[in-house]
């Protein structure tokens, strides 16, 4: 009887972390997007100062919380994403709008594929 409760406590526990890293992940990756959009909307203002702050603000961010990705994804896919955060905001300072307009619209969609590879799919599991 030990046994079984001991089981079904460390399966709970199991699911526990996962729904919870599937739910963290979601979260700081939409976030992310958020951000990236809202500074997008900022560059197409002609706002370079609000972009740039906006930009340090989510590099910052990011960083605190790849330190939970690291645990969870691949660190690769991790420091891609920081190096396109910082490549733009060398984009924004340089006033370099096509180059920034390309790394953004492909942080965003790494970032999707990041949280699109956390759902329990059958696609993902296999």
Avoid: G
């Avoid at 409760?5 to 919870?20: E, G, P, Q, R, T």
């Avoid at 997008?40 to 203002?45: D, H, V």
């Avoid at 905001?89 to 949280?115: C, G, M, W, Y």
């Amino acid at each position: 009887m030990k046994r079984l409760i001991l089981s079904i406590s460390l399966v709970a526990f199991a699911l526990l972390v996962a729904f919870f890293e599937m739910w963290y992940i979601n979260y700081a990756t939409d976030n992310a997007i958020d951000d990236i959009d809202r500074i997008t909307n900022l560059i197409e203002l002609n706002e370079k100062d609000k972009a740039l702050e906006n930009t340090e603000k989510v590099i910052r961010k990011w960083e605190e919380n790849s330190r939970y990705f690291n645990i969870f994804l691949l660190h690769e896919e991790i420091e891609a994403i920081s190096e396109n955060l910082e490549e733009i905001n060398q984009a924004i300072k340089t006033d370099d709008k096509d180059r920034f307009f390309e790394v953004s619209s492909k942080t965003k969609r790494r970032l999707k594929i990041i949280k699109e590879d956390e759902y329990p799919l059958l696609e993902n599991v296999l």
